[in-house]
């Protein structure tokens, strides 16, 4: 199903074309490695797919990425799961994280920013010094290579000091927002058993302060590998006691001592949503990460020392780590903590305002909210500085990509990217050179063999079917915590398609090389045996000024009957009467197909969304198929557990 529109909503000029990162990569890959010269990004991408380990030899020289040891060769075995990359090698991510601090220290490498919307410098100079004194101190604590230390910390430049201080010791980082509760928190370090906590006694969020004190006795207690934990006084109270103060851990004047670790070191957990079951501790390398963060960051977002990189996200979710490593290229990073609508919707435009984003990342639940707003960034802020505005979490809409064009700047770059936790990147979206059209992301990022395949395992072009990657990448996790057999890690992507990365995405490779994103494949619709995403229903009806957000599910019945219904959470003053359920149906009949009008349509209080801000599909579908509410859901990893509570009684009284 490609857009039907052929034209390009924008184009990049050929001065931009030329200038891009990686337009001059191109060139020199081609002088040095047989990239081809002609072709554009479609050549460069087949050939870095073709020719994988050249392209990844090629981004480690073009990025100058230190190798403290030398590898032996670049891909030493190619079988997924287990794919090992660069072996041999040893480096370390935080000495290339704080590289820059050499040529540029009275630059500012972080910008924070709170709800007052007022920037705070911290110089490369001095994140490299607190680094250093920090990290001496973990080890004075007696951390070690392998040791986890854990950030129960919102996004303020202490986390970044904290990761940077980790990894510099070798030892793995691993973090959650302070709006977890103290169950959601523990389902996650619980497993990885940290031996270090850095925590907040509180934070501020929509203009209130949030004493999180009580949540942090409780990690302290139900958390017994802690050797140490260290109080950050965001709110201004005391230390409590037995936890050390986070000032006396970063007053030293101390150069970072990085240690060299293989290429396969872990550096960080990231953890899956968690919404069916505890989460999945997903483990990630120093190098791998370091090296597709440095192609994503610099070749694919073209982000440079010149560059301010600001992405709206928390601790709890992986772009705030892909954000942290805007750092390699040498940009100056945002770090908003706050909400993201306060004291008003435009509240993220404002900061990108103040702090002279370049790159403007957020949801495209945040999009639509500012259109369905009818906000107005460019007219009421100086968006000049911004080049791109890049957006994630969820497809972008088409009116998404038209609000952006009318409303920030007919010359805009709009990359909608679509990656995952399980390798903290993008498999598909920016590239500087290509058109954008509607609805699309540009193409497969380089290095990523992406395809769109049917049950059978045979490649599509122009239809629906399976995200699949057909070769490794280096930010594959390594393995899952807890998972001695590699079983769950297993099951999780190559149990569908045997040595293929199944992502459990519906996508659309279409003939003009571009990817379109629609939606779950394990909450597939499929009516009278059409397949169809969740996402092309969400983005017509929506549309619509009196749905605030919609939720779809398809369930097979007993009898071999087949049930949709749209649950609607409906905007202020707007009624569910005839007229509008008439509206709606028409609007999915004319947008969609006659097929994708739901059986019924059912207003809802809220749509249920998990603590990184997605819509829940599978566990609702297990509740209206009668699963009890404990077993459909884990409820620590839910923002509203009311709001599933009235799906489980609507399943109640329809069975």
């Known amino acids: 199903m490609t857009t039907a529109n052929p034209l390009p909503l924008w184009q990049p000029d050929p001065q931009r074309i030329a200038q891009a990162r990686i337009t001059k990569f191109q060139t020199w890959a081609a002088e040095h490695h047989g990239a081809p010269a002609e072709g554009g990004y479609a050549a460069l991408h087949r050939w870095s797919v073709d020719e994988l380990e050249t392209f990844w030899k090629a981004v480690t020289e073009w990025f100058d990425v230190r190798f403290s040891t030398p590898y032996a060769r670049v891909l030493g075995d190619r079988t997924m799961p287990g794919a090992q990359w660069f072996p041999g090698a040893t480096l370390n991510y935080a000495e290339h994280a704080l590289r820059a601090a050499a040529d540029r220290a009275d630059e500012p490498a972080l910008l924070h920013v709170d709800e007052s919307h007022d920037p705070q410098a911290v110089t490369w100079a001095e994140l490299r010094r607190q680094v250093g004194s920090l990290a001496a101190e973990l080890r004075a604590l007696g951390v070690r290579p392998g040791d986890r230390v854990s950030g129960y910390l919102p996004n303020i430049p202490q986390a970044v000091v904290a990761l940077l201080a980790t990894a510099a010791v070798g030892a793995v980082w691993t973090s959650c927002a302070p709006d977890f509760g103290a169950r959601s928190v523990l389902d996650r370090f619980q497993q990885v058993e940290p031996v270090v906590l850095f925590t907040v006694d509180g934070y501020r969020y929509g203009g209130k302060e949030h004493d999180r004190r009580d949540v942090v006795a409780e990690l302290r207690r139900e958390l017994p590998t802690l050797r140490a934990v260290v109080h950050i006084p965001l709110l201004g109270t005391d230390a409590p006691e037995g936890a050390l103060?986070?000032?006396?851990?970063?007053?030293?004047?101390?150069?970072?001592?990085?240690?060299?670790?293989?290429?396969?070191?872990?550096?960080?957990?990231?953890?899956?949503?968690?919404?069916?079951?505890?989460?999945?501790?997903?483990?990630?390398?120093?190098?791998?990460?370091?090296?597709?963060?440095?192609?994503?960051?610099?070749?694919h977002c073209d982000l440079g020392p010149e560059d301010r990189f600001f992405w709206y996200t928390s601790t709890g979710w992986m772009m705030w780590n892909f954000l942290v490593s805007g750092l390699l290229t040498g940009t100056t990073i945002v770090l908003y903590d706050g909400s993201p609508g306060y004291p008003d919707t435009g509240a993220q435009w404002r900061v990108a305002e103040r702090t002279g984003a370049t790159l403007f990342g957020t949801s495209a639940a945040y999009v639509m909210a500012c259109r369905k707003a009818q906000l107005h960034p460019s007219r009421d802020h100086d968006l000049s500085q911004v080049q791109c505005v890049a957006t994630t979490g969820s497809p972008l809409p088409p009116d998404g990509f038209r609000w952006l064009h009318d409303e920030v700047r007919a010359d805009l770059w709009i990359a909608s990217v679509s990656g995952g936790t399980d390798v903290c990147s993008c498999f598909a979206g920016a590239v500087p050179t290509l058109p954008v059209h509607i609805g699309e992301l540009q193409a497969p990022c380089l290095g990523t063999d992406?395809?769109?395949?049917?049950?059978?395992?045979?490649?599509?072009?122009?239809?629906?079917?399976?995200?699949?990657?057909?070769?490794?990448?280096?930010?594959?996790?390594?393995?899952?915590?807890?998972?001695?057999?590699?079983?769950?890690?297993?099951?999780?992507?190559?149990?569908?398609?045997?040595?293929?990365?199944?992502?459990?995405?519906?996508?659309?490779?279409?003939?003009?090389?571009?990817?379109?994103?629609?939606?779950?494949?394990?909450?597939?619709?499929?009516?009278?045996?059409?397949?169809?995403?969740?996402?092309?229903?969400?983005?017509?009806v929506e549309r619509l000024p009196e749905i605030k957000e919609s939720l779809v599910i398809g369930i097979e019945q007993p009898d071999g009957g087949y049930w949709m219904p749209l649950f609607v959470h409906l905007t202020p003053g707007a009624v569910l009467d005839e007229a509008l359920v008439t509206k709606i149906k028409h609007t999915i009949r004319e947008h969609l197909s006659p097929r994708h009008i739901p059986d019924e349509i059912i207003e809802v209080p809220g749509v249920p969304h998990t603590l990184t801000g997605k819509r829940i599909e599978v566990p609702v579908k297990r509740l209206l198929q009668g699963t009890p509410l404990e077993k459909a859901v884990n409820p620590g990893s839910i923002d509203d557990l009311d709001l599933l509570r009235f799906y489980e009684d609507l399943a109640r009284k329809r069975a």
């Open 245 to 299: 103060d986070w000032a006396a851990l970063t007053r030293a004047d101390t150069e970072p001592v990085y240690e060299q670790v293989p290429f396969d070191h872990p550096l960080w957990v990231l953890y899956s949503s968690g919404t069916t079951g505890l989460p999945k501790a997903i483990v990630q390398s120093q190098g791998g990460i370091l090296v597709e963060h440095l192609k994503q960051l610099g070749l």
């Open 450 to 540: 992406l395809q769109s395949w049917d049950p059978a395992g045979a490649p599509l072009i122009d239809e629906v079917g399976e995200l699949v990657v057909t070769n490794p990448m280096p930010s594959m996790p390594i393995r899952f915590w807890n998972d001695p057999d590699g079983s769950r890690y297993h099951d999780s992507y190559f149990a569908m398609y045997p040595g293929v990365w199944r992502h459990g995405d519906w996508i659309t490779l279409t003939s003009r090389g571009s990817v379109i994103i629609h939606g779950r494949s394990d909450s597939t619709l499929n009516r009278q045996g059409v397949r169809m995403g969740s996402a092309d229903i969400y983005e017509a």
